[in-house]
């Protein structure tokens, strides 16, 4: 049998210390620079935030800069202490960036939802609070995410909508303006005195406690139609206002009309035997 010469130990011990030893220097540099670089970069996110706090930045843009700047620093800070180590840094970097490839390439559409987020928070075409119009759907903004914006509607049903769809169609955005133009359309019969029914609406118009005096309410024959004449009121309102002012304007038509004798046609059917 082939004889086998003993295993030296000690000398492999020995030498084992002697690299530790060697390397411990370099190990403690790399353990004070990552505390002394998670310091620096703290530093930097509490700066880079007080800075967009001063200038007004959307708090949901906010997180997002802030948490991609401490990314950043945290890879170049990973970088950093494989150089000092003495690994081959190069190589980090390509599989770090095959990651992103990769990732990109299975997450296109997120990607798209996710530029689409940024866009919106960037232009702010809406802000949380604002009712807006878009993708078919209607409502009040409840949250503006990174991948899609939540709407509760009228009746509190939420509506996800992904930020490619909003960002990419037209968007209507009730609440950006200050004042609202209130439009009630309204048909008269063909026999009924037009100038009276104009006495009546601009008179509900000015009645109303919390329409607006300019521009002054206006009244206008919108169209001559089959069975009616279209009467268009038109004044002003605050928009949070708006709601309030147009159903208690069509609850107002209704009665004034009735007591002024003006009639308001509705679809009749007869029968002949």
């Known amino acids: 049998m082939p004889e086998f010469s003993a295993i030296d130990f000690e000398s492999l011990f020995k030498e084992w210390i002697k690299g530790l030893i060697n390397f411990a220097p370099t190990m403690l540099g790399a353990i004070a620079l990552y505390f002394i670089g998670r310091y620096i970069i703290r530093f930097i996110v509490k700066l880079l935030k007080g800075l967009m706090q001063r200038r007004g930045v959307d ?28 690994l081959p840094a190069t190589q980090f970097i390509a599989i770090i960036t095959s990651g992103f490839v990769a990732v990109g390439l299975a997450l296109q559409g997120s990607l798209s939802n996710f530029a689409s987020g940024i866009m919106i928070l960037i232009f702010k075409p809406f802000r949380v609070g604002d009712v807006i119009e878009g993708n078919g759907e209607k409502g009040t903004v409840k949250n503006i995410g990174l991948f899609a914006t939540t709407l509760n509607k009228a009746d509190n049903e939420q509506a996800i909508i992904p ?62 139609a089959d069975s009616s004449v279209n009467m268009s009121l038109r004044y002003w309102c605050l928009t949070p206002d708006y709601w309030e002012c147009y159903f208690r304007t069509i609850e107002a038509i209704k009665n004034r009309f009735d007591a002024a004798g003006i009639e308001i046609p509705f679809p009749q059917v007869q029968v002949h035997q």
């Open 59 to 86: 708090l949901a843009l906010q997180g997002f800069l802030l948490q991609v700047v401490r990314w950043i620093l945290y890879i170049a800070l990973f970088l950093t202490i494989v150089q000092v180590i003495g």
């Open 163 to 224: 930020n490619t769809q909003l960002f990419s169609n037209s968007i209507i955005n009730y609440s950006r303006e200050e004042k609202r133009r209130v439009n009630v359309l309204v048909g008269i019969g063909y026999s009924s005195d037009i100038q009276k029914a104009r006495e009546v609406l601009l008179q509900i118009a000015k009645e109303e406690v919390k329409s607006l005096t300019e521009p002054a309410p206006v009244v206008y024959v919108d169209a001559l």
